[in-house]
């Protein structure tokens, strides 16, 4: 097979966000940066070594990162508001250093389960691609969570985390699509 | 008023001569039967056209079928090969679990192959079985290569990198947003065995995030090398080191257009 050869179907989703995909995505900023805020809690409590320290802040920084990427996505839609229910969620189980790489662990494997979730919903590609590219990382600092101090394999490779996505109906799309009067 | 000097004329005359003289040669001439084959040895064997390849949500979900079945080959290669010794004998179970996730995401996949009108895959992409993994194989498996268990989990890491990365791939080009779905679901399964894989061969809190070996300035084996997934090129360094102590790198592409398991691709 030769790449002049092959070719792509002439049907494509749409590069840009819809409105209902811009909803979708602010809901991710939300829980990015609710999960932001808890790294930066876990690393303020002072229970962690330092290069356990260095870690959570790649991790929330990561986080932050998300959810800057949601602005440019989704524009004048978003707020830039942490999901609060999130945040109330875990930020009591960030007491000690055991109990909270428990609760961080949690944490990444609902992101990643929502924005999996949110995934499913989107039309547009651009979205589409980088919100792909969040949830790979999402399930490897999950992962990571099962790794350290020490292994646990049932803990890095299994999620049984539940989606907190919302369902958001996507508007009929246009066609495009010529048609010939008889 | 031109000057053409007389041993101008007599060159453009003699190129007249021995053109004319030479197309004669080249055209028909009486009495002579044109022949098909004048300008060949032997007849020319008819060709056959390749089909036409055309990038469907089937032949992206075929393609990643085929590389769980890359997976699972070499996850059976190494624990088949007794290949895990040492303190690496321990990762056996890790391996298993790896290889039956690996076919159970082949099933899941096949699944939807068959469900968008397509049909199953069930064997290993040949070309990047070709390219990437039986090199490193022989490489790795060289008796001189000290470090075999350790390169065979860095070529397990490689190969989980590789999945994640088409997964995460061929999300921008499925067309249906289902799809990318379940290929991102699969993609975190990838990841995270990568993860597991990672910590064996550069572990700590120290090495999850991206570090340098100061040594070779290459980039250490890290469980989250960047904020975002990549959808770059995956390093494999294995084999026996040379004299200064560097091991041959291999680079993995995920499947290109040449690589993608079209609609006419069978298992031999």
């Known amino acids: ?182 | 008023m031109n000057n053409i000097s007389r041993r101008d004329a007599l060159r453009v005359g003699g190129l007249s001569v021995f053109g004319a003289a030479f197309l004669a040669a080249c055209g028909e001439q009486a009495g002579v039967v044109p022949s098909a084959n004048i300008l060949s040895e032997g007849a020319v064997t008819p060709t056959t056209a390749l089909p036409e390849g055309v990038i469907t949500d089937v032949v992206l979900l075929r393609t990643a079928a085929s590389l769980e079945y890359n997976a699972i080959d070499t996850y059976n290669a190494v624990l088949e090969g007794g290949l895990l010794t040492g303190d690496y004998a321990k990762l056996t179970d890790a391996v298993k679990r790896f290889r039956d996730d690996h076919q159970a995401h082949a099933d899941a996949v096949n699944r939807l192959v068959v469900a968008s009108g397509g049909k199953a895959h069930t064997c290993a992409n040949a070309r990047i079985d070709t390219l990437y993994i039986q090199p490193a194989i022989a490489l790795i498996t060289a008796k001189d290569n000290p470090d075999l268990s350790k390169d065979i989990v860095a070529l397990a890491h490689a190969l989980e990198n590789l999945a994640t990365q088409t997964y995460q791939g061929v999300v921008a080009s499925l067309t249906a947003p289902s799809l990318r779905a379940d290929a991102i679901r699969i993609a975190q399964d990838e990841a995270r065995h990568a993860v597991v894989l990672a910590q064996v061969l550069n572990g700590g809190y120290a090495s999850v995030g991206p570090t340098t070996n100061a040594a070779t300035g290459k980039p250490n084996i890290a469980s989250v090398p960047a904020a975002y997934g990549s959808l770059g090129t995956v390093m494999l360094q294995a084999g026996a080191p040379s004299a200064e102590g560097v091991k041959t790198a291999l680079t993995l592409e995920t499947p290109s257009l040449n690589g993608l398991i079209y609609d006419f691709v069978d298992c031999q």
Do not use: W
């Not at chain 1, 409105?19 to 900023?29: G, I, R, S, V």
């Not at chain 1, 055991?98 to 979730?117: G, K, V």
């Not at chain 1, 989107?122 to 590219?133: E, F, Q, V």
């Not at chain 1, 049932?154 to 109906?169: D, E, H």
């Open chain 1, 1 to 182: 097979m030769t790449t002049a050869q092959a070719r792509f179907p002439r049907s494509t989703p749409p590069a840009q966000p819809t409105d209902a995909d811009k909803q979708l995505l602010l809901f991710t900023q939300g829980v990015e940066l609710a999960a932001r805020d808890l790294y930066k809690k876990a690393v303020d409590s002072g229970k962690f070594s330092d290069d356990e320290v260095a870690m959570l802040k790649m991790f929330g920084e990561h986080h932050n990162s998300y959810a800057q990427a949601m602005n440019g996505l989704i524009g004048k839609v978003a707020t830039n508001k942490r999901n609060d229910s999130l945040y109330s969620t875990h930020v009591g189980q960030l007491a000690s250093a055991q109990s909270a790489y428990a609760s961080l662990q949690s944490l990444e494997n609902t992101l990643a389960t929502t924005n999996t979730d949110i995934l499913g919903q989107l039309l547009g590609l651009d979205a589409a691609r980088i919100l792909a590219s969040i949830i790979t990382t999402e399930a490897r600092m999950a992962a990571v969570f099962g790794t350290l101090p020490a292994l646990s394999l049932t803990s890095a490779l299994n999620s049984s985390a539940n989606s907190l996505a919302p369902k958001i109906a996507q508007a009929p799309m246009a066609s495009t699509e010529t048609t010939v009067a008889p």
